[in-house]
């Protein structure tokens, strides 16, 4: 199994810019996560889907950001418009089910820098 | 001017020593624990769980405890090498919301630096 698969592995762009990150869960695995790493805040959950279907998203800072799953292996997270403040690694991972004894499986992030 | 950000715990260690990183964990009501390690560059890579019905459990090289009255996990691994240097998470199952999905948090992390 080739494990989640996040693209692209580095962004740079400006602010104002529109960033999309996209994800690849392993196939068969029904859940679907996005976190954000930083020195500031550490790991943070941001939005997971269950089946394709938004089952949390407490964690989405503000409406510039959203995600989308629009079938089983594929997902993205959109930020528009971009800011500095969001520069950060973005992980995505999945798990079989999403239920509550599950381990996650992690992609090897995005690293986006917002200049 | 100065950054700021989390002050993570760190711990150094001679190669062949036994390690133990030590997790608070902040919900009584969590059920499952992770331990994760993350190279530099890379994503969390899974090490060992353990269920709230138990309080240790055995993998290769590392054993998980935990203590359910103050709520504290640890995980010590046994003759530490310098491929063990990373940062080592904790993370707590919680239950998201009403539903029966569970939701995985984060502790801040521990650096560990092995020394040839």
């Known amino acids: 199994d080739a494990g989640v698969i996040q693209s692209p592995r580095h962004e740079v762009t400006e602010m104002g810019q529109e960033v999309t990150l996209r994800c690849k869960p392993i196939?068969?695995?029904?859940?679907l996560f996005w976190y954000r790493q930083t020195m500031m805040r550490g790991l943070e959950l941001l939005i997971y889907?269950?089946?394709?279907?938004?089952?949390?998203d407490s964690g989405m800072p503000e409406d510039r950001f959203s995600a989308k799953m629009p079938n089983a292996s594929f997902s993205t997270l959109k930020i528009q418009p971009s800011e500095p403040r969001d520069s950060a690694v973005y992980f995505c991972?999945?798990?079989?089910?999403?239920?509550?004894?599950?381990?996650?499986?992690f992609g090897s992030g995005t690293q986006l820098s917002v200049l | 001017g100065e950054s700021v950000g989390l002050h993570l715990p760190t711990l150094s260690v001679q190669e062949g020593d036994n390690s133990i990183i030590n997790c608070a964990y902040s919900?009584?009501?969590?059920?499952?624990f992770i331990w994760y390690k993350q190279e530099s560059g890379k994503g969390p890579q899974f090490i060992i769980d353990?269920?709230?019905?138990?309080d240790k459990r055995q993998g290769q090289r590392v054993t998980v405890l935990l203590n359910k009255t103050v709520k504290h996990l640890s995980l010590q691994i046994a003759a530490t090498q310098p491929g063990d240097s990373a940062v080592y998470f904790c993370?707590?199952?919680?239950?998201?919301?009403?539903?029966?999905?569970?939701?995985?948090?984060f502790g801040q992390g521990t650096i560990l630096t092995v020394h040839p």
């Open positions: 919900n009584s009501a969590s059920d499952y």
């Open positions: 993370a707590e199952n919680m239950r998201a919301g009403g539903t029966s999905y569970g939701k995985l948090t």
């Open positions: 991972a999945s798990s079989p089910q999403g239920g509550l004894n599950e381990k996650l499986f």
């Open positions: 353990i269920r709230s019905n138990i």
């Open positions: 196939s068969g695995h029904n859940s």
């Open positions: 889907f269950n089946n394709n279907v938004p089952i949390d």
